[in-house]
């Protein structure tokens, strides 16, 4: 079994800026490729971003530019720098453990985490 713990998350103004960070423990033999997601109330759970063992990145399109994920080398922990904030993006933030990225983006493996909130106020 995978533990996934996320962290960050918090109430800010917008504009403000969050880092969130995501760690995974537990029965994991290598480095795996991780992500993050979002979900609003009564909204479908949504990609944020990816990053891929080696490094590559996959963003949802409307997030370019403001978020930036990144790795620690040779770990299973992940981070969500999140800048311009804005009242949209509040949501619960999902760390995601083992996905594939590809051309196409970031598709999730099974593994999830219990979320962090993020709320940004106008």
């Known amino acids: 079994q995978v533990q996934l713990v996320e962290s960050g998350g918090d109430s800010v103004r917008a504009g403000g800026s969050l880092r969130l960070s995501c760690l995974a423990s537990?029965?994991?033999?290598?480095?795996?490729?991780m992500g993050w997601y979002r979900q609003s109330p009564g909204q479908e759970r949504e990609l944020v971003a990816g990053?891929?063992?080696?490094?590559?990145?996959k963003y949802a399109e409307s997030l370019k530019g403001r978020f930036t994920i990144s790795r620690d080398d040779g770990k299973n922990l992940i981070h969500l720098q999140m800048n311009g904030l804005k009242p949209e993006d509040t949501a619960m933030y999902y760390c995601?453990?083992?996905?594939?990225?590809?051309?196409?983006?970031?598709?999730?493996?099974?593994?999830w985490g219990q979320g962090t909130q993020v709320t940004v106020s106008s």
């Open positions: 995601n453990f083992g996905g594939q990225l590809s051309s196409s983006g970031y598709f999730p493996g099974r593994f």
């Open positions: 990053i891929s063992v080696g490094g590559v990145t």
């Open positions: 537990g029965n994991i033999r290598s480095i795996n490729a």
